[in-house]
């Protein structure tokens, strides 16, 4: 059964640093591309950061950018998403995604992927 699972969410001060993990279960992760998503209840679901499965090229919404970094490790079918410099507006329900089909990140359209982890729940206070 191809299943994704995160963990590593939490609750954590305004300024601190989280990393959310997402390990991937009857199926090679290193394949895919993958992508972190988020949603805030009562909003749309919002890429946040992706790894490519063509090259392991990366992207990073531009609320993020110089604050999250994405990783793979391939040996244990898993992709990290380190938050650092955390802030109240990064809470949210934080999911994983695979794709085969999205070979190089370029937007985030959550009908391209395939597989998706339940979520993990981040909450910053300020």
């Known amino acids: 059964q191809m299943q994704l699972a995160e963990s590593g969410g939490g609750l954590v001060q305004s300024g601190g640093s989280l990393r959310l993990s997402c390990v991937a279960s009857?199926?090679?992760?290193?394949?895919?591309?993958v992508a972190w998503f988020r949603q805030v209840p009562g909003k749309e679901r919002e890429g946040v950061s992706c790894?490519?499965?063509?090259?392991?090229?990366?992207d990073f919404a531009d609320s993020v950018k110089g604050r999250f970094a994405i990783s793979r490790d391939n040996a244990k079918n898993t992709v990290y998403l380190q938050m650092n410099s955390l802030k109240p507006e990064d809470t949210a329900i934080y999911y994983c995604?695979?794709?085969?089909?999205?070979?190089?990140?370029?937007?985030?359209?959550?009908?391209?992927?395939?597989?998706w982890g339940q979520g993990t729940q981040v909450t910053v206070s300020s």
């Open positions: 995604a695979a794709s085969a089909g999205v070979n190089y990140c370029s937007g985030y359209d959550p009908t391209q992927y395939d597989y």
């Open positions: 009857g199926f090679t992760l290193g394949y895919y591309s």
């Open positions: 790894v490519a499965r063509a090259d392991s090229s990366t």
